[in-house]
């Protein structure tokens, strides 16, 4: 749920649970203040029930009036009458031509301020004021042909005073429910929300103090539940950054290293011969020959390292351009295993090529560096090699999406633990590190930059004694115009 419906959510219940509550607390109220339950009209207001008695007998004596006027000059009538209206804290006053002729003992105890005719007959008139009185007037014509007029005049002292304790509460009430209700509301909303925020601040500190392990788990659905899920997307991403650089930092240290020990090998080497020289110990055209010879080779590995230095560097840092071209990796393939046919390197080793494919396989790729591939895959077949009867087989498999290359020799093969670093930049599974059969370390490496920077994937396959297979996939294009005789 967003933080804009929830706050719409809270401003609603703000608005009607209040109302709820206040209606339930001012029914008890009213209940407590003016609930009877007395005679045959259980659970009504006594004050209305006490009312509709009062009404329905001030009517029977105004029909009285009406139909047998003479009963107003008749004294007992008009004391059991007035003793039944003063039950009901009501009296009456019986005026004739103006004058007085019966006044109710009630009304006389009520010390009224000013005489019945200056009354106002509104049943409403200060109710709520000063004024406690109701007062109804009715006039009567008497058979005499002389005029007359009833005042009823009803105490509401009772029930105004109940009100003067009822409407306090209620409003205090009113209040209470407001401001609990309100506070209640505004400390789960704003939980809502600072607790959350409370949790992001707790975890920026740790952030702050290094401490990338700390998780953000808001478990929320709303906007800070996608601000805490992009601090702990933040805390990860920081974290493998930090990681890569460390590891950065780690396999610079390792390069340095590397670097220098593969250099520092050759530069012996021609140290040592030219100290040989020098000190006479060629002292022969012969031997003086063979030390150049060996300086000259030292020189061309010394040279050849750096110059796969300086590709798998621009390779790593993405700085060498592919020239991606449409290519019959079938055609490709074919030509470059008659080319290594007459390679001096490959005397004595028996060279294959198998395709799945009679029809051109066209990929994207860059043809230069796709040789590079090759050479360096096979070269480090040809440096392993220890069988007596030598093999190589280049085997392309194509399916719809794409062409998979598959070097396989028959060397002694490497370990599963090996094989997951043998593209390692300076791994050589022999841990002896001889440059003589173990090349740059370097040869691998660069397969593998070249290969995923054409889109593709690369991955070894080797048992023990058994020899070692590279697999290496490029992604099919549409078919392209190819000469199968070329």
Wanted: proline fraction near 3%; hydrophobic fraction near 40%.
């Amino acid at each position: 749920m967003s933080i804009k419906m929830r706050l719409l959510l809270s401003y609603i219940a703000m608005t009607f649970i209040p109302i709820v509550l206040f209606a339930l607390i001012a029914t008890a109220l009213f209940s407590a203040f003016y609930m009877a339950g007395t005679g045959g009209r259980k659970g009504m207001p006594a004050f209305w029930e006490e009312s509709a008695q009062r009404r329905d007998l001030i009517a029977g004596v105004k029909f009285m009036a009406q139909t047998e006027p003479e009963h107003f000059m008749d004294r007992d009538f008009l004391k059991k009458t007035d003793e039944q209206l003063n039950r009901l804290q009501t009296g009456f006053v019986v005026l004739k031509n103006n004058r007085v002729s019966f006044t109710s003992p009630f009304v006389e105890n009520l010390e009224l301020k000013q005489p019945i005719q200056d009354m106002q007959t509104s049943w409403t008139q200060n109710r709520w004021g000063k004024g406690r009185f109701s007062v109804e007037k009715y006039n009567i014509d008497f058979s005499d042909g002389t005029s007359g007029t009833v005042y009823f005049v009803s105490d509401l002292k009772s029930f105004f005073a109940e009100a003067r304790k009822f409407f306090p509460l209620l409003f205090l009430s009113l209040l209470l429910v407001i401001g609990l209700t309100n506070g209640f509301l505004t400390y789960l909303v704003s939980r809502s929300f600072i607790q959350p925020l409370y949790l992001l601040k707790k975890a920026a500190n740790h952030f702050k103090e290094g401490n990338l392990d700390h998780e953000v788990k808001l478990k929320r659905k709303d906007e800070i539940g996608e601000l805490g899920a992009a601090f702990e997307e933040m805390r990860a991403r920081l974290h493998e950054s930090i990681h890569l650089q460390l590891q950065y930092e780690e396999n610079r240290k390792e390069l340095i290293s590397n670097i220098s020990h593969d250099l520092k090998t050759p530069i012996t080497g021609i140290k040592a011969c030219v100290q040989g020289i020098q000190e006479g110990i060629a002292d022969t055209a012969a031997k003086q020959d063979k030390y150049m010879k060996m300086i000259a080779k030292k020189a061309e590995d010394m040279d050849a390292l750096i110059d796969e230095l300086m590709l798998y560097s621009k390779l790593d840092l993405n700085r060498l351009p592919f020239h991606m071209e449409p290519l019959d990796i079938r055609l490709f393939l074919r030509d470059y295993v008659k080319e290594l046919h007459i390679d001096p390197r490959m005397k004595g080793i028996k060279l294959m090529f198998s395709t799945s494919s009679d029809n051109p396989v066209p990929v994207m790729a860059d043809r230069e560096k796709l040789s590079r591939v090759m050479v360096n895959i096979i070269g480090n077949s040809l440096k392993y090699m220890d069988k007596q009867e030598k093999e190589i087989l280049v085997e392309l498999i194509a399916d719809h999406e794409k062409a998979t290359v598959h070097i396989q020799d028959n060397g002694p093969g490497v370990d599963s633990e090996a094989q997951q670093h043998i593209f390692d930049r300076f791994y050589r599974a022999d841990p002896s590190r001889n440059t003589e059969t173990g090349g740059s370390g370097l040869g691998l490496a660069i397969v593998k930059q070249i290969i995923e920077g054409q889109g593709g994937k690369v991955w070894a396959e080797s048992q023990l004694g058994e020899g070692t297979g590279i697999y290496f996939t490029l992604m099919r294009v549409k078919t392209i115009e190819t000469n199968s005789d070329h």
